[in-house]
């Protein structure tokens, strides 16, 4: 019986004082979103970018940045930003391998096997990471990573996003030396 007062009294209570109801706002003015791409490369006069390749390696890993803002200069955090390059290349047979260490009864380190990783023949690898998010200040990072033997060539990097308007997409173009 005291169990039913309570929510009795409680009915009434929330009864009385009754529910505010709270329209939904509609976003009436959506803004748009500025991009800003800083390669961190020298460009030439007719806006393409250089990078140098790193002869001594077999990939030159670079990071290509960037930012989103709205109209009125405040970040935009959390964007999916789709990345893609023109550019690919294709493994041989061989990935790479694992040398296998142990210690001697001596406890000198040895190598004892190797083992190497097979079955990648023909597997196409992409120069550019595919995707990132905006964070906080609105700042955006994407690794690019050409090979020795795209030396010559230009690099299209292409990025595109969905904000609250619609669909943005670019490109800039890299040359690589």
Known sequence: MKILRRFTFSLFIFAFNGCEAVEPTIQDDLKNIITTIEPRLDVDENGYYHLTL????WQTIHRVSGHLNYEDGSPAELIRVGWSSDLYWVLGDTLGYIVHQGLTDDLIY??????????FNGMEVPTSNQVSYSNAEGEVNNMIAPVQIMAGDTMTLYWSYYDNVGFNEGSIKIVLE
């Open 54 to 57: 790193d002869r001594n390696r």
């Open 110 to 119: 040895v190598s004892y096997d190797t083992t190497y990783i097979t079955g």
